[in-house]
């Protein structure tokens, strides 16, 4: 059963006449108290398979979020792909074989604890409800049932003003205003140096950020100013510096 708190503040969601993405900055956090965690994203399904940074709140929840960008793998993409919530009580248990090379990063970041809820209906996946805990423990029933039912409240909402005539949803289709809009700027970038499509330019960005430890933003703002380029080698071989 949810609770009133939660009960209230999907009323509070429904009620907002904002045309702009939905769980603005305060609702987000309100929700991440009441479930009791130390951080809240939540990301939106791209058609090229990964997931764009909308709101967040915490101060790590970004980083998280990037860190399993960068990977492809991780609770988030793993509830995207499913459909199905995926929670991990206790990273600090082995994860080596489910999650390889993820588990120790984000250990290092201080998260102790990930929970990921889809936003699905059927087959229509628009995006991942993410939370994490700096410390060890499962949601309990009710906090599971609070974060099952605002994901459900957000795929509404996002099915609901994608289908308005009188929004033209655009925070939906441009990036400009995104977390990652310098890695989509990045990736065509590289893709137009290297003559590959998007999606295998973004996957050698990636490479090159996970090979070398570095944050796959500075990654990507370093492609942009010109002090690295990747050649058709695999990175980080192919790093140049003018």
Request: proline share 8%.
């Amino acid at each position: 059963m949810v609770s009133p708190q939660m009960s209230q503040l999907l009323h509070d969601l429904t009620t907002e006449r904002d045309p702009g993405p939905p769980l603005p900055p305060a609702r987000l956090r309100a929700c991440a108290k009441v479930l009791g965690l130390d951080g809240l994203a939540l990301s939106l399904a791209q058609h090229s398979g990964s997931a764009e940074l909308l709101r967040h709140t915490g101060a790590r929840a970004a980083q998280l979020e990037d860190i399993q960008f960068t990977q492809g793998q991780g609770p988030g993409p793993e509830a995207a792909r499913t459909g199905l919530p995926v929670t991990e009580p206790d990273l600090t248990t082995n994860h080596s074989a489910r999650w390889p090379g993820l588990v120790p990063e984000l250990l290092g970041l201080g998260v102790r604890a990930v929970f990921a809820y889809p936003l699905a209906l059927g087959t229509v996946r628009l995006g991942v409800l993410t939370g994490h805990r700096t410390t060890v423990g499962a949601l309990s029933g009710e906090q599971d049932a609070d974060a099952r039912a605002l994901a459900q409240r957000l795929t509404l909402m996002l099915l609901d003003r994608a289908a308005s005539p009188d929004d033209p949803t655009v925070w939906l289709t441009e990036t400009s205003h995104l977390h990652r809009a310098e890695v989509h700027q990045a990736t065509g970038m590289v893709a137009k140096q290297l003559d590959v499509s998007p999606a295998e330019a973004l996957v050698r960005i990636r490479a090159h950020a996970f090979h070398t430890g570095r944050p796959l933003l500075e990654t990507a703002r370093a492609i942009l100013a010109r002090e690295l380029f990747l050649t058709a080698n695999h990175p980080p071989q192919g790093e140049h510096r003018p």
